[in-house]
Protein backbone atom coordinates (compact mmCIF):
# COMPACT_ATOMS: atom_id res chain seq x y z
CA UNK A 1 0.00 0.00 0.00
CA UNK A 2 1.25 3.24 -1.14
CA UNK A 3 1.74 5.50 1.63
CA UNK A 4 2.40 9.72 1.52
CA UNK A 5 3.09 12.23 3.91
CA UNK A 6 1.19 15.29 3.51
CA UNK A 7 2.46 17.57 6.03
CA UNK A 8 4.50 17.57 8.98
CA UNK A 9 2.43 18.83 12.54
CA UNK A 10 3.41 18.79 15.98
CA UNK A 11 1.02 16.73 18.12
CA UNK A 12 1.12 17.21 21.99
CA UNK A 13 1.94 14.24 24.05
CA UNK A 14 0.48 14.51 27.73
CA UNK A 15 3.24 14.05 30.08
CA UNK A 16 2.02 11.61 33.25
CA UNK A 17 1.66 14.78 35.33
CA UNK A 18 -0.99 16.44 32.95
CA UNK A 19 -2.81 12.49 32.65
CA UNK A 20 -2.83 12.08 36.08
CA UNK A 21 -3.98 15.59 37.26
CA UNK A 22 -7.90 15.68 37.81
CA UNK A 23 -9.02 17.56 34.57
CA UNK A 24 -10.33 21.27 36.07
CA UNK A 25 -6.31 21.43 36.65
CA UNK A 26 -4.78 20.20 33.22
CA UNK A 27 -3.95 22.46 30.83
CA UNK A 28 -7.01 24.03 28.49
CA UNK A 29 -4.51 23.12 25.27
CA UNK A 30 -4.56 19.41 26.42
CA UNK A 31 -7.87 17.77 26.03
CA UNK A 32 -8.80 13.82 25.68
CA UNK A 33 -9.69 12.59 22.81
CA UNK A 34 -14.00 12.42 22.95
CA UNK A 35 -14.21 9.44 20.68
CA UNK A 36 -12.58 7.22 23.32
CA UNK A 37 -13.10 9.38 26.94
CA UNK A 38 -11.55 7.99 29.55
CA UNK A 39 -8.63 6.33 27.98
CA UNK A 40 -5.18 7.75 28.91
CA UNK A 41 -2.36 8.99 26.22
CA UNK A 42 -4.09 8.56 23.41
CA UNK A 43 -3.20 12.57 22.17
CA UNK A 44 -5.71 15.17 20.45
CA UNK A 45 -5.82 13.39 17.22
CA UNK A 46 -8.46 10.72 16.89
CA UNK A 47 -7.84 7.60 15.03
CA UNK A 48 -9.13 7.72 11.47
CA UNK A 49 -9.91 4.66 9.10
CA UNK A 50 -7.27 5.19 5.99
CA UNK A 51 -5.35 7.79 8.00
CA UNK A 52 -2.67 6.84 10.30
CA UNK A 53 0.12 9.58 12.63
CA UNK A 54 3.73 8.15 11.29
CA UNK A 55 6.38 8.90 13.94
CA UNK A 56 9.01 11.84 12.48
CA UNK A 57 12.29 12.27 14.65
CA UNK A 58 12.01 15.20 17.62
CA UNK A 59 13.53 17.66 17.17
CA UNK A 60 14.74 20.28 19.91
CA UNK A 61 13.49 23.46 18.73
CA UNK A 62 9.58 21.53 18.34
CA UNK A 63 10.37 21.16 22.12
CA UNK A 64 12.00 24.43 23.27
CA UNK A 65 9.04 26.13 21.53
CA UNK A 66 6.73 24.36 23.26
CA UNK A 67 8.22 25.01 26.60
CA UNK A 68 7.77 22.66 29.68
CA UNK A 69 5.11 20.56 27.63
CA UNK A 70 6.39 17.38 25.69
CA UNK A 71 5.79 17.62 22.05
CA UNK A 72 5.82 14.27 19.93
CA UNK A 73 6.19 15.01 16.48
CA UNK A 74 4.70 13.40 13.56
CA UNK A 75 2.59 12.84 9.84
CA UNK A 76 -0.33 12.46 9.41
CA UNK A 77 -0.56 9.91 5.68
CA UNK A 78 -2.96 8.72 3.74
CA UNK A 79 -2.74 5.36 2.40
CA UNK A 80 -4.32 5.33 -1.01
CA UNK A 81 -6.16 2.36 -1.54
CA UNK A 82 -4.61 -0.07 -4.33
CA UNK A 83 -8.36 -0.72 -5.90
CA UNK A 84 -8.65 2.79 -7.12
CA UNK A 85 -8.39 2.19 -10.85
CA UNK A 86 -8.13 4.87 -13.19
CA UNK A 87 -9.44 4.87 -17.13
CA UNK A 88 -6.80 5.84 -20.20
CA UNK A 89 -7.66 9.30 -22.11
CA UNK A 90 -8.38 9.41 -25.42
CA UNK A 91 -8.28 12.64 -27.14
CA UNK A 92 -8.25 14.07 -30.43
CA UNK A 93 -5.22 13.05 -31.79
CA UNK A 94 -6.52 9.02 -30.43
CA UNK A 95 -9.92 9.15 -31.12
CA UNK A 96 -9.97 7.17 -34.78
CA UNK A 97 -7.10 4.30 -33.48
CA UNK A 98 -8.64 3.99 -30.20
CA UNK A 99 -12.54 4.24 -30.55
CA UNK A 100 -13.55 4.27 -34.08
CA UNK A 101 -10.53 1.90 -35.69
CA UNK A 102 -11.04 -0.64 -32.43
CA UNK A 103 -11.49 -4.55 -33.12
CA UNK A 104 -13.91 -4.82 -29.81
CA UNK A 105 -16.94 -2.35 -28.54
CA UNK A 106 -15.57 0.92 -26.66
CA UNK A 107 -17.31 2.90 -24.13
CA UNK A 108 -16.08 6.26 -23.96
CA UNK A 109 -17.31 8.77 -20.79
CA UNK A 110 -17.37 11.75 -22.05
CA UNK A 111 -16.46 14.43 -18.48
CA UNK A 112 -14.82 17.36 -17.33
CA UNK A 113 -12.71 17.92 -14.17
CA UNK A 114 -15.27 20.14 -12.33
CA UNK A 115 -18.01 17.92 -12.81
CA UNK A 116 -18.90 16.05 -9.65
CA UNK A 117 -21.05 13.21 -11.10
CA UNK A 118 -18.41 13.09 -13.74
CA UNK A 119 -16.19 11.91 -10.98
CA UNK A 120 -18.79 9.55 -8.89
CA UNK A 121 -19.15 7.74 -12.17
CA UNK A 122 -15.26 7.26 -12.53
CA UNK A 123 -14.61 4.53 -10.31
CA UNK A 124 -17.90 2.72 -11.45
CA UNK A 125 -17.14 3.16 -15.03
CA UNK A 126 -13.62 1.48 -14.27
CA UNK A 127 -14.93 -1.15 -12.62
CA UNK A 128 -17.08 -2.29 -15.67
CA UNK A 129 -13.84 -2.10 -17.63
CA UNK A 130 -11.82 -4.45 -15.45
CA UNK A 131 -14.83 -6.60 -15.72
CA UNK A 132 -15.17 -6.73 -19.39
CA UNK A 133 -11.17 -6.68 -20.01
CA UNK A 134 -10.79 -7.67 -23.20
CA UNK A 135 -14.23 -7.71 -24.45
CA UNK A 136 -15.00 -3.87 -24.29
CA UNK A 137 -11.90 -0.89 -23.86
CA UNK A 138 -13.29 2.32 -22.28
CA UNK A 139 -11.65 5.27 -22.24
CA UNK A 140 -12.62 8.97 -20.57
CA UNK A 141 -12.44 12.14 -22.85
CA UNK A 142 -12.15 15.58 -21.38
CA UNK A 143 -14.57 17.71 -23.03
CA UNK A 144 -12.73 20.48 -21.47
CA UNK A 145 -9.52 19.75 -23.95
CA UNK A 146 -11.81 17.86 -26.88
CA UNK A 147 -14.71 20.08 -27.80
CA UNK A 148 -14.52 19.40 -31.03
CA UNK A 149 -15.08 15.67 -30.61
CA UNK A 150 -18.29 17.00 -27.91
CA UNK A 151 -19.62 19.06 -30.55
CA UNK A 152 -19.29 16.50 -33.28
CA UNK A 153 -21.55 13.83 -30.77
CA UNK A 154 -23.89 16.17 -29.53
CA UNK A 155 -22.26 16.11 -26.13
CA UNK A 156 -24.45 18.98 -23.94
CA UNK A 157 -24.45 16.81 -20.84
CA UNK A 158 -22.12 15.32 -18.94
CA UNK A 159 -21.19 12.56 -17.58
CA UNK A 160 -22.40 11.29 -20.97
CA UNK A 161 -20.49 7.44 -21.86
CA UNK A 162 -21.22 6.73 -25.56
CA UNK A 163 -20.73 3.06 -26.63
CA UNK A 164 -18.96 2.64 -29.99
CA UNK A 165 -19.00 -0.71 -32.46
CA UNK A 166 -17.39 -0.86 -35.50
CA UNK A 167 -16.66 2.67 -35.74
CA UNK A 168 -20.47 3.74 -35.14
CA UNK A 169 -22.25 5.38 -32.28
CA UNK A 170 -24.70 2.49 -30.65
CA UNK A 171 -25.94 3.73 -27.52
CA UNK A 172 -25.80 7.10 -24.90
CA UNK A 173 -25.69 6.91 -21.44
CA UNK A 174 -26.70 10.41 -19.55
CA UNK A 175 -25.88 11.24 -15.98
CA UNK A 176 -24.19 9.68 -12.95
CA UNK A 177 -26.47 6.23 -13.61
CA UNK A 178 -26.12 3.07 -11.18
CA UNK A 179 -23.38 0.25 -12.30
CA UNK A 180 -26.69 -2.07 -13.33
CA UNK A 181 -27.65 0.64 -15.56
CA UNK A 182 -24.52 0.75 -17.27
CA UNK A 183 -23.62 -3.02 -17.33
CA UNK A 184 -27.68 -3.91 -19.01
CA UNK A 185 -26.36 -1.47 -22.22
CA UNK A 186 -22.90 -3.31 -22.00
CA UNK A 187 -24.21 -6.42 -22.54
CA UNK A 188 -26.25 -5.35 -25.60
CA UNK A 189 -22.68 -5.08 -27.79
CA UNK A 190 -20.06 -7.50 -26.10
Known amino acids: MAATVLESLAVPSPCRAVAAAPRAAAPAAWNPSPVHPGRR ?4 LPRFSGLRCASLPSSSSVAAAAGSRVVRRAAVVCEAQETALQLPDVSKSTW ?3 VLD ?3 PVLVDFW ?3 CG ?3 MIEPIVAKLAKTYE ?4 CYKLNTDKNPEIANQYGIR ?4 MMIFKNGEKKESIIGAVPEATLATSIEKFV
Do not use: E, M
Open 41 to 44: GLGI
Open 96 to 98: QSL
Open 102 to 104: ADV
Open 112 to 114: APW
Open 117 to 119: PCR
Open 134 to 137: GKLN
Open 157 to 160: SIPT
